[in-house]
């Protein structure tokens, strides 16, 4: 199998800090790898590297078969790169913006502007094309920075958090066009605090905590990594809670967690589940929810750093790269 | 959104893709991203306006308020103080490029040209293309909002292009100083905060505005060194007649002197940023 992006030990530091600590990574062509972990876990600085913005202290790493220090000007010619903030000249009009990156990867002015209507009509952004991109929502920034990353066609595109501080709707929409880029072949790399958005589009996912990769795999491999299923009983009476709590303990070994008018716990064995029910029953507790589902990646994301993937605050301080993020 | 347009990735031929970029292209990456600096005054004319209001207001305040209370007229004191003012002018707008550089930085621009094809000189010298046009027009406005409140050139078109090309030379070499000054400060109002604290005392410890010898004898051992006062006196002779190599040559020693101790210095925070 050939790979659009591998990664071996890289490490960067920063004064003490290790916002890489011995990454390695592999994106097979044409897939999509999801790079998740919370704020300060080192995604940013491996999508810089890679996108030769930034040098590893060690280890290496290729992009298109193109070692990523070596020969970064042709890694430079085989990328786009959708960082964290929208990278969009604010003074310039969207068209202006895309048509500057056309010229700047050496196509005729005829040939930059035609690419340039072409996304713009592709991002929806074809009536606002004549504005300063000031003016623009942040979705459409958002748009018109990925659509700047697609001017040359790239074969791998770097997402750094393409959706952070994105209204629900704008980020559906954006999940959309990532789609239709998988479809045309291309390799993404994306990285994102949020767990649904890894389940809805990766293809594999690496969990990054503190510089490390601290797990790996399909969504669903990931899932199961816990070997636990989670069981969840919600008696009709609310009172029944501490029975329904003491029948669990008893049978699964462990008390489970009651929030919520629920009763939730990790088991290991589905076969525990029938003689939980036939207890209930015997005491006379009625269930009116019982279930038993996978763990959720972001329980598989506590199980495996034993800490919540932390939502992202609202504004995020735009960090100057000096700063390990 | 939904619309997906079949554009899969041409399969580049990637053996005879070139590994460096020409010098010819290398210059045309530095006129498209100067091109993307002064794009905006053709949508905006106002911008050109932002450019030129401190100019303006300078000259008017200046030949105005002190101009009786300095040089006894007003039209004397232009004669004296405009090519003060064009100096001081020139050195307040080196930091535009500090200031679009850490814009740029901040908005992560910077990152997106850094991860394309292109020069490595191109972002930084696109820059300073557009920055130095700028220098040109507001010396171009200087001298003819001069003229039109009295002031009067000497020494003809020489002179004028003399004085143009040596502001020019030194303002090159203070964009090193812009360029290390746009890579460290945190935002771009930093930066103009800086600007202002900086430029201000250095440009008014000169004999810019006022003659030497009406300052206090510690504050004139220090003006005679300033290359501000330098630059001013060889403005003034190529503009008014006086002597001028002496001054141009000591203006561009401190013009070299900038360049030899900053130039190195911006590299390196440069390519510390990598």
Redesign the interface.
């Given at each position: 199998m050939t790979y659009a992006i591998e990664a071996e030990g890289l490490v960067k530091r920063y004064g003490e800090t290790r916002a890489l600590d011995g990454v390695d990574l592999v994106v097979p062509e044409g897939k999509l790898l999801g790079v998740l972990g919370p704020n300060g876990a080192g995604k940013t600085t491996a999508v810089?590297i890679l996108?030769?913005?930034?040098?590893a202290d060690a280890g290496h790493a290729t992009v298109?078969?193109f070692d990523v220090r070596r020969?970064a000007?042709?890694v430079?010619?085989?990328?786009g790169?959708t960082?964290?903030?929208?990278?969009?000249?604010?003074?310039?009009?969207g068209v202006?913006n895309l048509v500057?990156?056309g010229?700047?990867?050496?196509m005729p002015r005829a040939e930059a502007k035609a690419r340039a209507a072409?996304l713009l009509?592709?991002?929806?952004l074809s009536d606002a094309g004549g504005r300063?991109a000031k003016t623009y929502s942040g979705g459409m920034r958002r748009r018109l920075d990925l659509a700047?990353?697609l001017v040359?066609?790239?074969?791998v595109l770097f997402l750094d958090e393409p959706t952070t501080g994105l209204d629900p709707r704008s980020r559906t929409?954006l999940w959309?066009?990532v789609r239709?880029l998988m479809?045309?072949?291309?390799t993404v790399l994306l990285t994102t605090q949020y767990l649904q958005e890894a389940d809805e589009l990766a293809d594999d996912i690496v969990v990054f905590d503190h510089g490390r990769v601290i797990a790996s795999g399909t969504s669903d491999e990931l899932k199961a990594t816990t070997g636990a299923q989670v069981l969840q009983v919600r008696p009709t009476e609310p009172g029944h809670l501490g029975m329904v709590a003491d029948v669990i303990a008893d049978v699964v070994g462990e008390r489970p967690v009651v929030a919520g008018g629920e009763a939730t716990v990790n088991v290991n064995n589905p076969a525990l589940v029938p003689s939980i029910v036939r207890r209930l029953d015997d005491l006379g507790v009625v269930a009116s929810e019982l279930s038993l589902r996978k763990s959720s990646l972001d329980e598989v994301f506590l199980a495996l750093t034993g800490h919540r993937a932390e939502e992202p605050s609202a504004e995020e301080p735009?960090v100057?790269?000096e700063v390990p993020a | 959104m939904t619309v997906i347009t079949q554009t899969a990735p041409e399969t580049t031929p990637v053996a005879v893709m070139p590994g460096r970029v020409s010098p010819l292209a290398s210059l045309r990456h530095t006129m498209t991203l100067a091109w993307r600096s002064l794009v905006q005054i053709k949508h905006n004319p106002l911008e050109l306006l932002d450019l030129s209001v401190q100019p303006i207001m300078f000259l008017l305040l200046f030949t105005y308020v002190f101009g009786g209370a300095i040089a006894g007229s007003t039209t004397e004191y232009l004669q004296f103080s405009l090519p003060g003012l064009v100096v001081q002018n020139m050195l307040f707008a080196t930091l535009t490029t500090a200031i679009g550089l850490s814009t740029d930085i901040t908005k992560g621009v910077f990152d997106r040209l850094r991860s394309l094809p292109i020069a490595r000189s191109a972002p930084l010298a696109g820059r300073i293309v557009a920055d130095t046009l700028k220098q040109v027009w507001a010396f171009a406005l200087f001298l003819g909002l001069g003229i039109v409140l009295g002031f009067r050139v000497h020494q003809g078109v020489f002179g004028v292009v003399g004085a143009l090309a040596l502001l020019l030379g030194f303002a090159l070499a203070m964009s090193w100083l812009s360029v290390l000054i746009g890579l460290l400060a945190a935002d771009p109002e930093k930066v103009q905060i800086m600007a202002f604290s900086v430029m201000m005392p250095l440009t008014f410890t000169s004999n810019a505005f006022v003659p030497t010898d009406t300052l206090p004898e510690w504050l004139q051992r220090w003006v005679e060194v300033n290359p501000v006062t330098h630059l001013a006196d060889a403005v003034r002779g190529l503009l008014t007649g006086g002597p001028v190599a002496t001054h141009a040559t000591i203006s561009l020693l401190w013009a070299v002197g900038i360049a030899v101790v900053f130039a190195p210095l911006s590299l390196r925070a440069l390519r510390r940023r990598t």
């Open positions: 810089r996108a030769t913005l930034l040098r298109a078969g020969d000007h042709r430079r010619s085989l990328i790169l960082g964290q903030y929208a990278a969009v000249d604010e003074t310039l009009t202006e500057m990156i010229r700047l990867l050496d072409e009509a592709r991002f929806d300063a700047a990353s040359g066609r790239p074969h929409e959309g066009v239709g479809a045309e072949g291309v735009n100057k790269q | -």
